[in-house]
């Protein structure tokens, strides 16, 4: 009998919907035009790349013409980051961001610090929010670009976009947000929250692998990150992954059309969840704030306990779970989420991200809760930590 398995990692990415793949497949096998080419065979693959663009733009009350498809988040924020700070060094070289993003920008930022650019790295209060005082406090007469995560992707919590990108205008300063985790999630307006760019990605809204996109409001002199052809009106050259392209614009259309009714019940298992976990298994925290987050978060840290051996239990009870960001799996350190909210290491060690779909019901949550009880228990009585502290506490 094959193990039932419970996905509990939709952060790191999503099932793609069956709707999502039907729509897809006659790019492969019968539409395989390239968009590019004059005839008319080839026009019906263009016709379906500007139909996804104008419904993605439409979702973010953006312009068609503002959304450039790329290969997926990751290359979006690069592109975003490095080709602003291009364009505008003869404004000045400075950019600000917080110390939560996700590596993408991270990385990005040092390899721009390289480059010569000067970096200021906001700090986060203990629920993952920025501090929007010293944010502002920041702002130079060089500083060219505010780089803030919409949404964080380990602990859920949702930054004061809005507020981030009033202050940004105020001040003649570019706003660009990794909506990567939000979009699909969270009602997005690019117009009203004064957000100059803005990247997301396919596969965290049940959409393909591959395929992203960078919003770029139209009046930004932004260079290609990609130089070659004249795909993407001029800016980002290859060509169209058209089916890739066709299914973002599906699963964007699914994404917001149940977005009202699919995160609320999302939302409410969450709260199950978070409910059940804290009342039942002591010595437990919710990270992240504990309202403002996306409807599907849940991270918890476990006192007494390591982080990697509660993700190997639980997937030998057949639940795939995480520890943080999908992009550092492999790393031994402690996440820098955690250790930016406050968290010391040996609590940030014993972490747990669960992220949910709308496939996930309440049986999968209460086994996983039923398991992780037992599991957390047996790592903890294996630990001489909390062995030391169960004497202290009986005296």
Request: hydrophobic share 35%; proline share 3%; charged share 25%.
């Given at each position: 009998?094959?193990k039932?398995?419970i996905?509990?990692?939709?952060?790191?990415?999503?099932?793609?919907?069956?709707?999502?793949?039907?729509?897809?497949?006659?790019?492969?096998?019968?539409n395989?035009?390239?968009?590019?080419?004059?005839?008319?065979?080839?026009?019906?693959?263009?016709?379906?790349?500007?139909?996804?663009?104008?419904?993605?733009?439409?979702?973010?009350?953006?312009?068609?013409?503002?959304?450039?498809?790329?290969?997926?988040?990751?290359?979006?924020?690069?592109?975003?980051?490095?080709?602003?700070?291009?364009?505008?060094k003869d404004?000045?070289?400075h950019?600000?961001?917080?110390?939560?993003?996700?590596?993408?920008?991270?990385?990005?930022?040092?390899?721009?610090?390289?480059q010569?650019?000067?970096?200021?790295?906001?700090?986060?209060?203990?629920?993952g929010v920025?501090?929007?005082?010293?944010l502002e406090a920041?702002?130079?007469?060089?500083?060219?670009?505010?780089?803030?995560?919409?949404?964080?992707?380990?602990i859920?919590?949702?930054?004061p976009?809005?507020?981030i990108?009033?202050?940004?205008?105020?001040?003649?300063?570019?706003?660009?947000?990794?909506?990567?985790?939000?979009?699909?999630?969270?009602?997005?307006?690019?117009a009203?929250?004064?957000?100059?760019?803005?990247?997301?990605?396919?596969?965290?809204?049940n959409?393909?692998?591959?395929?992203?996109?960078?919003y770029i409001?139209?009046?930004l002199?932004?260079?290609?990150?990609?130089?070659?052809?004249?795909?993407?009106?001029?800016?980002?050259?290859?060509?169209e992954n058209?089916?890739?392209?066709?299914?973002?614009?599906?699963?964007?259309?699914?994404?917001?059309?149940?977005?009202?009714?699919r995160t609320?019940?999302?939302?409410?298992?969450?709260?199950?969840?978070?409910?059940r976990?804290?009342?039942?298994?002591?010595?437990t925290?919710?990270?992240?704030?504990?309202?403002?987050?996306?409807?599907?978060?849940?991270?918890?840290?476990?006192?007494?306990?390591?982080?990697?051996?509660?993700?190997i239990?639980?997937?030998?009870?057949?639940?795939?779970?995480?520890?943080?960001?999908?992009?550092?799996?492999?790393?031994?350190?402690?996440?820098?989420?955690?250790?930016?909210?406050?968290?010391?290491?040996?609590?940030?060690?014993?972490?747990?991200?669960?992220?949910?779909?709308?496939?996930?019901?309440?049986?999968d949550?209460?086994?996983?809760?039923?398991?992780?009880?037992?599991?957390?228990q047996?790592?903890?009585?294996?630990?001489?930590?909390?062995?030391?502290?169960?004497?202290?506490?009986?005296?």
């Amino acid at each position: 009998m094959e193990k039932k398995i419970i996905y509990l990692d939709n952060a790191a990415t999503t099932r793609t919907k069956p709707e999502v793949v039907e729509a897809m497949l006659p790019y492969f096998t019968e539409n395989y035009g390239n968009p590019s080419s004059v005839y008319t065979f080839a026009g019906q693959n263009k016709a379906a790349v500007t139909a996804a663009r104008e419904t993605i733009a439409k979702s973010l009350n953006a312009q068609t013409q503002d959304i450039y498809f790329t290969a997926g988040g990751s290359e979006s924020d690069n592109w975003a980051l490095k080709a602003a700070m291009e364009a505008y060094k003869d404004k000045g070289n400075h950019l600000i961001t917080s110390k939560i993003e996700h590596h993408a920008i991270l990385h990005t930022c040092e390899y721009l610090e390289k480059q010569g650019c000067e970096v200021t790295y906001i700090d986060v209060d203990e629920n993952g929010v920025v501090d929007l005082e010293q944010l502002e406090a920041a702002i130079r007469p060089t500083t060219v670009l505010i780089s803030i995560m919409y949404a964080n992707n380990e602990i859920g919590t949702i930054q004061p976009v809005r507020q981030i990108g009033k202050i940004a205008k105020e001040h003649g300063v570019l706003f660009h947000t990794d909506a990567v985790q939000a979009y699909g999630q969270l009602p997005i307006d690019v117009a009203s929250e004064n957000i100059d760019m803005l990247s997301a990605s396919a596969h965290k809204l049940n959409g393909p692998k591959g395929i992203g996109f960078l919003y770029i409001r139209k009046g930004l002199k932004l260079r290609s990150l990609i130089h070659g052809g004249g795909q993407e009106r001029k800016r980002r050259a290859g060509t169209e992954n058209v089916p890739g392209i066709v299914g973002f614009g599906k699963a964007a259309e699914i994404a917001h059309e149940t977005m009202d009714q699919r995160t609320r019940i999302e939302a409410g298992l969450r709260n199950y969840l978070v409910k059940r976990v804290l009342s039942e298994i002591p010595y437990t925290r919710l990270n992240g704030h504990s309202s403002v987050r996306l409807p599907n978060n849940a991270n918890f840290s476990f006192q007494f306990i390591e982080g990697e051996s509660l993700l190997i239990m639980l997937d030998m009870k057949g639940i795939c779970a995480s520890s943080g960001s999908a992009c550092t799996s492999g790393s031994l350190d402690p996440s820098h989420v955690l250790l930016a909210i406050g968290l010391p290491h040996e609590i940030a060690h014993g972490s747990l991200r669960l992220t949910l779909s709308d496939e996930t019901t309440l049986d999968d949550i209460d086994y996983t809760v039923d398991q992780l009880k037992e599991i957390v228990q047996n790592l903890r009585n294996m630990s001489p930590l909390y062995e030391d502290f169960v004497k202290k506490n009986k005296k």
